[in-house]
């Protein structure tokens, strides 16, 4: 058995440092973009950022019995985790809290609990759990229904919350399925179905079917000599490509709602009267345009700690939590946000390689669940906040504001660097 | 594939990421403060300076004013109906406004109603705070303590697009001074606004001083500023032009400042200012035939006539070519080749005194091609009296410190023989006989032909004409204004010359206007001049020139009045000298039936004859009974 001296020669401390180095940067934001000029001390509790010092402490304590128990333990009982979480989040429908609209949380006092930031821990778990067991084999197309289940069961019942982006987190949670054997071909299709959706909106459907012809001729012209085409498949490709398409039109223009739309033209930039424009941005896109250009207005070397003015004057709602980026981007300049992109790809590169390297398909196939549930974090926030993405709202790994999502992502993490230290140890 | 997929899209995500944002922290970045909502600036505009005139007495004050400001983007749905009201603003006008104010810019103040009276304000002070994105803005206004020297002082105006792109110290709605001492003393009279950042939060509530109010800047109040202008001659002046087109300029020849400064027909100052500015600025500036912003004073160039002889007499006798007593024949009149040109000094023998103060166009015609002779050829000859001429000031801008101005013309030998053609035999004194009358290809603006005067009235030297006397209070020490310009003409040939002028007045063609107790060297001028009628070139009514200064030993006043189809030289702009001159040194005026007359008489009929669309007659003599003694000096003074 590991004691606790060994594990601290185990462990892997590059990514403990990524982790620690983002979690300052975080709380240093969050300062920032909570401070007034009145605020004495930074443990004041009544204070967000008093706050979120003591969630941090209280993360950091909680490693180090997350990093003591014994790895066996997380196996075996990640289907009671997985089981407890999703009760938990069925609770909510009966004892939840709304705040902001969204019944997401339970009411402790002292504490509000966010049952789905810790829901993506036990789904990580019980899905590594369940394609792991020496009975699944993914290439069965049952199997491949049940791993779908596990991820679709926490969206189902956070969808009406509402929270449409934690539960869009679950389904990034395919990676793992994907890199144990799932053909590669689901993905592509998922793809093909972003591309022509976003097309769609972008060009119409008359583009989409002549693009997709010339594609082809293009194909042909360069493998003219040996390939045959495949007729049947090729045709029905085009066809369906080309009803999805229509259908995207008709759901675009007759079942989203006009908040729905005024988002999509927004991220696709495809309204182009600037007095509806102007409307857009007080309105539906206030958030986005006030953030990209709180961003921008830091430059490259930002404007110094304490000094953004727009984060002074509370121009970016929710800067605290999902838009936390921002604080950087305008205080910080590119410098800082170019740090923070820096930091989160060689964290996440680091966990793809300690995830390669370990023993048990288990360790593995979770690790693997632990970077997919980082990367849409990550990829959404920042994608969103800058400008490059849709307003979807989840919160920045290890940045944002929230004690649920603190503790969630730092147990999420450390449960892994358990399993890693641990995997050179026969049986763990 | 699958084990570097992750991987891959890892790496790429991370590559969008810095893509986009240094798209949108390097590319896009501008340090602008002004373009960041959360900072509002905050002006603080200083009073503009006071103008006063060389006596102390005040010409331009302030007043206050205040100008309705809009942000555009701060508006709120409002109720239209009753800002229209409390406004005296029609709707379609208020949305034009408004369109026009975020046109310019949604998150900069616009002026949505400028410079509202004070009983306005008082009644929209209370209401104006329950109108978002609405301010007031106080500013001050010119206030004119004379109804003079509008072409002097110019006027001010808001600030223009032009003038915003060109000057980031402007914000829309600050006023600028747009002709005259304005203009040229902008950067002394502005001062230097003062600017507050403040720092906002998004529900555009002030939350404190941005950075402590480091960037802050006081404001500096303008400068007062004195002008060499004296106020009493300048509106004495502009009465006597009643009615009357041309200009007035008086130069004080031992320091070259300029006393009076006045064109007609001109306006009232007051008339620039306030909510009527613009209608009224339209009215003046669209009268295309008297032109009242139009300043002759400066900008209108004509042929400067018999004062001209003056120039001539002190080349001649610094060439050489004629001594006090040469002594020229006027056959009532002289020869050019075969034609006879006519003369009305009377005829007879005419040396250099008489030659002046009778205006004898024989002598100087004699004279000038005497010059001539004394060089090898004619292009040297002409050169030398080039140059002469133009060490008086004639044919240059003078380098004054007025707004505008024209540089008016003297021949050379290159125009002549660019007309001629090169070569001695191509053109000569003969040729060229009208420059000897002031007739010919010499251009001169009032102002250059009173600085002549004052190098006359100085005996060989002038200082470059100027406007400004003190700044806050201090006599100004501008090199180019205390530095005497000496003329090409030995002092010794002056006397002779001014000998002659001082007798135009004791027995010569301005024998009636003399002014008791003062001695005074003057010339006369009556210049012809044409005008295109439909096409056919038409002879107009004489223009009535004077130049004068006096007194003759120790000169305080130099002049040029140069009166448009006022037919011969002393009738009204040697009488209107006269005045002036007795005006500034004596300060009253003794001769009252003269100065009713000149007070009282206009030439508008004379100015209607050539749109009336009939056939006129020029050079009419006044036969009213007051005027009857005056005529003879007309037959003379050709």
Known sequence: MATGRSILKRIDWLTVLFYLLLVLMGWVNIYSSTFTDTDISIFDFSTLHGKQLFFILTSLASTIILLSLDPNFYERFSSLFYIISMVLLLGLFVFGKTIAGATSWYDLGFFNLQPSEFAKVATALGLAKYLSDIQTDIRRQKDQWYSFLILLIPAILIIPQPDPGSALVFFAMTFVIFREGLPLYYLGIGVMAILVFVTTLMFGTVWIAIGIALLLLLFMMLKKKKFKVPVLPVTTAIIATVVFSLSVNFVFNNVFEQRHRDRFSLWLRLEKDPQKLEKIRKTIGYNSYQSEKAIESGGIYGKGFLEGTRTKGNFVPEQHSDYIFTTIGEEWGFLGTASVVLIFTIMLLRLVFLAERQKTAFSRMYGYGVISILLIHYFINIGMVIGILPTIGIPLPYFSYGGSSMLGFTALLFIFLKLDANRMKEGY | ?638
């Open chain 2, 1 to 638: 594939m699958k084990k570097i997929l992750l991987s891959s899209i890892i790496v790429i995500i991370g590559i969008v990421f810095l893509g986009r944002l240094s798209y949108l922290q390097i590319f896009s970045y501008t340090p602008d403060l002004s373009d960041d909502p959360a900072i509002k600036r905050i002006y603080d505009y200083p009073e503009r300076g006071y103008i006063y005139d060389r006596n102390g007495k005040l010409l331009v004050g302030n007043d206050p004013a205040y100008d309705v400001m809009v942000i555009p983007r701060e508006v709120k749905a409002f109720d239209t109906l009753e800002f229209c009201s409390l406004l005296n603003l029609e709707y379609p006008k208020l949305i034009k406004e408004l369109t026009k104010a975020r046109h310019y810019s949604p998150r900069l103040p616009s002026v949505l109603v400028p410079q509202l009276s004070k009983e306005d304000y008082a009644r929209l002070q209370e209401k104006m705070r329950h109108y978002n994105g609405f301010y007031i803005q106080k500013r001050s206004l010119r206030y004119y303590d004379t109804n003079a020297g509008a072409n002097v002082l110019g006027y001010i105006s808001e600030v223009n697009e032009r003038d915003l792109a060109n000057n980031p110290n402007y914000v829309q709605g600050e006023l600028t001074g747009r002709t005259g001492v304005e203009t040229v003393y902008e950067d002394t009279l502005r001062g230097r606004k003062g600017i507050q950042y403040i720092q906002k939060d998004r529900f555009n509530r002030d939350i404190g001083k941005y950075k402590d109010g480091a960037l802050d800047v006081l404001p500096e109040q303008g400068k007062e500023i004195t002008l060499t202008i004296d106020k009493d001659l300048q509106e004495y002046g502009e009465k006597l032009m009643h009615g009357k087109w041309g200009g007035i300029v008086a130069i004080e020849p031992a320091t070259g400042e300029i006393l009076t400064m006045i064109s007609g027909p001109t306006y009232d100052p007051s008339l620039l200012v306030g909510r009527k500015r613009s209608a009224n600025y339209t009215r003046l500036y669209n009268d295309s035939i008297a032109k009242p912003t139009f300043d002759r004073s400066i900008s209108f160039e004509k042929s400067p006539g018999s004062p001209f002889k003056a120039i001539n007499a002190l080349i001649a006798l610094q060439v050489g070519a004629v001594t006090p007593t040469t002594a020229f024949t006027c056959h009532h009149g002289f020869y050019i080749g075969r034609s006879k040109k006519g003369c009305h000094c009377g005829g007879g023998p005419r040396n250099l005194n008489s030659g002046i103060y009778l205006s004898c166009n024989a002598y100087f015609v004699g004279a000038y091609k005497k010059i001539f002779e004394q060089f090898p050829s004619n292009a040297e000859a002409m050169d030398a009296w080039e140059g002469h001429v133009r060490s008086f000031g004639l044919g240059s801008y003078l380098g004054s410190d007025l707004h505008t101005g024209r540089r008016g013309s003297v021949p050379s030998t290159e125009l002549y023989n660019k007309w001629y053609g090169e070569g001695d035999k191509r053109w000569s004194a003969t040729t060229t006989y009208s420059n000897a009358i002031g007739q010919g290809e010499v251009n001169v603006t009032p102002i250059q032909l009173a600085n002549m005067t004052a190098a006359i009235a100085n005996r060989g030297h002038y200082y470059t004409p100027h406007i400004i006397k003190k700044i806050e209070g201090k006599d100004i020490d501008i090199p180019k204004f205390t530095e005497r310009k000496n003329t090409t003409i030995d002092r010794k040939h002056f006397e002779p010359v001014v000998q002659g002028m001082a007798d135009v007045y004791h027995k010569g063609t301005a024998r009636y206007v003399q002014i008791p107790d003062i001695d005074i060297a003057g010339k006369t001028g009556t210049v012809e001049n044409f005008m295109v009628i439909d096409s056919v070139r038409t002879q107009l009514t004489d223009n009535s020139v004077f130049v004068a200064f006096a007194p003759v030993k120790n000169p305080k006043i130099a002049i040029a009045v140069y009166i448009q189809n006022g037919y011969y030289g002393s009738r009204y702009a040697g009488h209107i000298a006269s005045l002036i001159i007795e005006k500034y040194i004596k300060g009253e005026i003794s001769r009252k039936d003269l100065e009713k007359r000149m007070l009282e008489r206009t030439l508008e009929r004379e100015y209607a004859k050539p749109y009336s669309g009939e056939e006129f007659k020029i050079n009419e003599y006044d036969w009213s009974k007051d005027a009857i003694k005056y005529q003879t000096e007309a037959i003379k003074d050709k």
